[in-house]
C-alpha cells in the first residue's frame, strides 16, 4: 500500500497567517455568534440564550403559535425549536396546551415568569444591539443591517426554510 505525502500541495498564493479565516464570512458570522452569546451569558438574567429571547420576543407578539408558527416567524429549525421551548417550559417561562383543533398541535403561550424574563431581557438586548453596531460608523449601519437580511433571506430561500 503506496504511503500518501502529509506535505500540504502548494497554493498560487501564500496562505495568511490566520489561515484565511478572517476573509471567511462562515467562520466570521459563527465567530459573532459566539460573541453575542458570550455577551448574553454574562449580562441577561436568567441564563435566558439569545435564541430563547428570540421566541420571547416572538410569542409576545404572537401569543398562542405552534411550533411552525414560531419555526416560520423565527427561522429556527424544527429540532432546534423543540429543544428550546421544551427547556423553556421546564424553566417555567413557557405553557404548552394542545389545541382543540388538532390535538396534535400545541398553542405556545408565555408565562408571567416569561413576560416577566423578556422585560428584564428587553433593555439589556438592545445594549447588546447596540454594542455590536457601535463597531460600525453611524453612515454604515442602517446599510449592514440591509445586507445581512439580504444575506439570511437569500440562504433561507436557498436552503428552503424560508425564514
Known amino acids: 500500500m503506496p504511503l500518501r505525502s502529509t506535505r500540504a500541495p502548494k497554493l498560487a498564493h501564500p496562505k495568511p497567517r490566520d489561515g484565511g479565516l ?3 464570512p ?3 458570522l459563527h465567530r459573532a455568534n459566539q460573541c453575542v452569546a458570550e455577551l448574553c451569558l454574562r449580562q441577561v438574567p436568567g441564563d435566558l440564550t439569545p435564541r430563547q429571547y428570540t421566541v420571547l420576543l416572538t410569542l409576545a407578539g404572537n401569543d398562542g403559535l ?3 408558527g414560531l419555526i416560520e416567524r423565527t427561522g429556527i429549525d424544527r429540532s432546534t425549536i423543540s429543544d428550546i421551548v421544551q427547556r423553556m417550559v421546564k424553566k417555567g417561562l413557557l ?3 394542545r389545541t382543540r383543533k388538532d390535538a396534535r398541535t ?3 403561550t408565555m408565562t408571567e415568569d416569561g413576560w416577566l424574563a423578556l ?3 428587553q433593555p439589556i438586548m438592545q445594549r447588546i444591539d447596540g454594542q455590536i453596531l457601535e463597531n460600525l460608523p453611524l453612515r454604515s449601519r442602517d446599510a449592514f443591517l440591509r445586507d445581512l437580511s439580504r444575506i439570511v433571506m437569500h440562504l433561507a430561500c436557498t436552503n428552503g426554510t424560508g425564514a
Open 22 to 24: 478572517n476573509g471567511s
Open 26 to 28: 462562515t467562520h466570521l
Open 66 to 68: 405552534s411550533h411552525a
Open 95 to 97: 405553557h404548552r396546551r
Open 106 to 108: 400545541y398553542a405556545i
Open 119 to 121: 422585560e428584564a431581557a
